[in-house]
């Protein structure tokens, strides 16, 4: 069993950075992908980043792509999400996440993922 915990949400303005970081606890294996979703009022949960533990293959949402970056943290067995640029349309709660899945690829859908954490929440002003 895997337990993550984010942090690093709160509010910027439009053109700021924010940095959100994601730890695991439980054991984890370099081919577990760990990844961020995000989810505004309203909307469906979407896909924002993932990267495999061994670092060898990112993935991005088409929303985000030159803005955000997707990093491990191996002393914290996790990863962080670097934000720049960010816009009114990036305001959402911020759900981190790790697919189990023994395979080279990094998925972007949700069902994909085994364990969740609790969300936080990212809010742009305008």
């Known amino acids: 069993q895997v337990q993550l915990v984010e942090s690093g949400g709160g509010l910027v303005q439009a053109g700021g950075s924010l940095r959100l970081s994601c730890a695991a606890s439980?054991?984890?294996?370099?081919?577990?992908?760990m990844g961020w979703f995000r989810q505004a009022p309203g909307k469906e949960r979407e896909f924002v980043a993932a990267i495999k533990l061994s670092g060898a293959s990112t993935r991005y949402g088409d929303s985000v792509k030159g803005r955000f970056t997707i990093s491990r943290d191996g002393a914290k067995n996790g990863v962080y999400l670097q934000m720049n640029s960010l816009k009114p349309e990036d305001t959402a709660v911020y759900y981190c996440a790790a697919d189990r899945s023994y395979t080279t690829v990094v998925h972007t859908t949700s069902s994909e993922y085994d364990y969740w954490g609790q969300g936080t929440q990212v809010t742009v002003s305008s």
């Open positions: 439980g054991r984890t294996f370099t081919w577990y992908s």
